[in-house]
């Protein structure tokens, strides 16, 4: 878990490039796998910056959509919902699709923003008869941040004191069951990533009253030991910087070094996503207080093993941020749970699995309809 922290603590939320793509693995439940290290030079930030507009356009899955399906969904309007949860915070959102269409809730992990859920995969989810929402957490993008909060002690947190820690993961799913109230949304599927994934958990354990279904995807249970990041792979890359072109090829070369081995990696598309990151309210200190909170809220093997929520566990085989063995761990947990272990994909959504992963998620919460009517 630490490798995964100190990950945090540097602003890092990647998917880049390794080196491969394994076979496809869906099962119920599997025992922990073995954590893999694998080293990337990190020459690539001399590389964009001598040549930003190049990509590479092939895998062995075949060539990537159009980088036009890249282009923000006009028909997303971006709105804030006020005084939300417990905390009265705001919280910046988006629909998409038919509001009358099953409801599923999108939730980003760690220094993330609703925007890296890409529209085009949210449009593959709303083809599916979903109506999609995506949302900031507090500390990211256009929702509330907490500049006055004390600043993030890690070394202290790791060795028990926690009171640099401005709320835990049970705060951040408390503000998303606000943003439910906000939207009159008695329940909805939940799909939550890194630790997004660790926010929906903590809905199903807490609120689970709130969960129609748990899909966990690239995340882990808090488990000392499981799901921990090969932080060697981005030890080159050093402290984000705080300029806006800079912090862009900055954050390439991490999406670069940590994405699908399998698939192509589109570096127009995250650069341009990476600009809007940036002007949407990029945070480091509150980055490290996601983190922190990860740090805060400890181990949650035992409760969820109480969960009894239709839940879908999905991994990549080959995820430097977070290894293979937390999605095993976590479908382990998780009582009657599903596990889908997707080879060649690492941290991140790489455009060709945008349709697969659409397909598995929105035939599992359309059978969760089915079997719960």
């Given at each position: ?40 030079s990190s020459e690539c930030l001399g590389r964009f910056h001598r040549n930003p507009g190049s990509a590479r356009k092939t895998s062995d899955r075949g060539s990537i959509f159009p ?128 630790m997004g994934g660790m926010i929906a958990q903590m809905i199903a354990i807490e609120h689970p009253e709130r969960a129609r279904s748990l899909t966990s995807m690239m995340s882990t ?36 070094l940590a994405a699908s081995p399998g698939f192509a990696f589109d570096e127009t598309a995250a650069a341009e996503r990476a600009g809007r990151v940036f002007d949407r309210g990029y ?91």
């Amino acid at each position: 878990m630490l490798g995964l922290l100190e990950y945090v603590i540097r602003g890092i939320d990647g998917r880049g490039s390794a080196a491969r793509a394994g076979r496809n693995e869906h099962v119920d439940h599997n025992t922990l796998g073995e954590a893999r290290c694998i080293r990337v030079s990190s020459e690539c930030l001399g590389r964009f910056h001598r040549n930003p507009g190049s990509a590479r356009k092939t895998s062995d899955r075949g060539s990537i959509f159009p980088a036009r399906a890249m282009a923000t969904v006009s028909a997303m309007p971006e709105l804030t919902a006020r005084n939300v949860g417990p905390s009265g915070i705001e919280i910046a959102y988006e629909r998409l699709g038919d509001p009358e269409a099953t409801p599923v809730l999108l939730i980003m992990g760690a220094g993330a923003q609703m925007i890296n859920w890409p529209e085009g995969f949210c449009r593959a989810l709303v083809d599916r008869g979903l109506h999609v929402i995506r949302f900031d957490t507090r500390d990211a993008g256009r929702s509330t941040h907490f500049p006055d909060a004390p600043v993030p002690d890690f070394a202290a947190a790791l060795a028990g004191d926690l009171s640099s820690a401005s709320y835990t993961l049970s705060d951040l799913a408390a503000d998303t069951v606000g943003l439910l109230d906000a939207l009159d949304l008695t329940d909805v599927h939940l799909v939550g990533s890194s630790m997004g994934g660790m926010i929906a958990q903590m809905i199903a354990i807490e609120h689970p009253e709130r969960a129609r279904s748990l899909t966990s995807m690239m995340s882990t249970t808090g488990e000392p030991g499981v799901g921990e990041a090969d932080f060697s792979v981005f030890a080159g890359l050093g402290a984000p910087p705080q300029e806006r072109e800079a912090f862009v090829a900055w954050q390439v070369c991490a999406l670069r070094l940590a994405a699908s081995p399998g698939f192509a990696f589109d570096e127009t598309a995250a650069a341009e996503r990476a600009g809007r990151v940036f002007d949407r309210g990029y945070d480091p200190l509150g980055i490290q207080r996601q983190g922190l909170a990860v740090v805060a809220t400890g181990d949650r093997t035992e409760r969820l093993r109480s969960l009894r929520v239709p839940t879908l566990v999905v991994h990549g085989a080959d995820d430097l941020v977070c290894d293979v063995s937390g999605g095993r761990a976590t479908a382990a947990a998780i009582p009657g749970a599903e596990l889908l272990i997707l080879g060649g994909m690492g941290h991140g959504l790489p455009q060709e699995l945008w349709p697969e992963l659409a397909n598995h998620i929105s035939e599992f919460i359309h059978h969760v309809e089915t079997v719960t009517a």
